[in-house]
DNA sequence: AGGGTATGAATGAAGG
DNA sequence: CCTTCATTCATACCCT
């Protein structure tokens, strides 16, 4: 299918994997200027660029060394993911925290807790060189709450599939293999 | 062998991936069989089964491993959708390439590369397997689809490369919001 | 040199 | 059909 890892076959395998230059090829590594750029761009709000503003970011960052479109994408995706992975974390640590003790009295503190939600731990904010803005991160995001687990989609599934296992057993055009 | 990559445990030998017995099965796990008879399919002109045939589909391959009616149909959906989505970055990347010289009118050459839009593979040999009415594979998309596109594109370009092309010191964070 | 972490890439599943 | 989200795989990088 779509290369599943058509990874370099650089480490050891003799293919040619003429990243010589210290250029790693099997997978884009970005360059400080790029990551830095794209940081900045997220920073400033930008979660999901459309296609053309992909188009746009990745020819302009192409100066500062090689990159593709689909780079641009990952990266985005990759990034919004994970800071909503981290928040959604930490949250669940803290309510984990409160739970833990049976706190009887502590439901005012549980909802200013939850009223927060993030706050996640200073970690990475050593890079707060950048004078400003500091809502950056906000992001009004809309609470889904979304039914993971086994939920089983099956009855939100709405394409139509005829009268179930009808057994209809047949020629089958499978014959490829 | 060459085994580095591709699988490993996850979606590997076909077998292991049973979440039949109580194992908690998150989302479907194609194991190698059955991605390849899809692949097979999609590379020989399926594109879009109908209820019938993925419901056929999905019966033979449940031989295969567990798979359910809408694994069939989400794997098309979304194999279908990437191709197009992959060949449309990239056609848009080699552009990049070109309008790095100093044409910016090229847009003769433009239309040019944007119609072929080459498509490696898109054999054909296969045929009628499927004894189906199944031409949908034919996909009588117009290119009139793309025009709109383009004009897009083309619009982002001029925007983009209008007097100079390089400028290092590009300002992202204001072209774009 | 090995283990942990950060992150690029891929893809199943939905929503619209 | 297109876009988006969640999850997972595979690596690069860093640490002890």
Redesign the pocket.
């Known amino acids: ?8 076959a ?2 050891g395998g003799g293919s040619g994997n003429s990243c010589g230059t210290g250029t ?1 090829c ?5 360059t400080t200027e790029q ?1 830095k750029l794209l940081t900045d761009m997220f920073r400033s709000g930008l ?2 660029p ?2 053309d503003e992909i188009q746009n970011i990745s020819t302009q960052l192409s100066f500062y060394g090689k990159i593709e479109s ?2 641009v994408f ?2 985005f ?6 800071e ?2 981290k928040r959604r974390r930490v949250s669940v640590d803290e309510k984990d925290v409160m739970m833990r003790r049976d706190d009887k009295f502590s439901s005012a503190q549980y909802f200013t807790e939850i009223n927060h939600v993030n706050e996640p731990e200073r ?1 990475i904010e050593t890079l707060q060189l950048f004078p400003l803005n500091s809502f950056d991160e906000a992001e009004p995001e809309k609470f889904r709450l ?1 039914a ?1 687990e086994c ?4 009855a ?3 394409y139509k599939f005829g009268s179930e296992m009808d057994l209809p057993q047949l020629d089958l055009r499978l014959s490829f293999l």
Request: net charge positive.
């Open positions: 299918m779509s290369g599943f890892c058509i990874t370099k650089g480490r790693k099997g997978r884009w590594n970005p990551v979660r999901t459309s296609t689909k780079n990952y990266w995706q990759n990034h919004k993911a994970r909503r992975q970690v979304q993971n939920n089983e989609a099956a939100a599934f709405s």
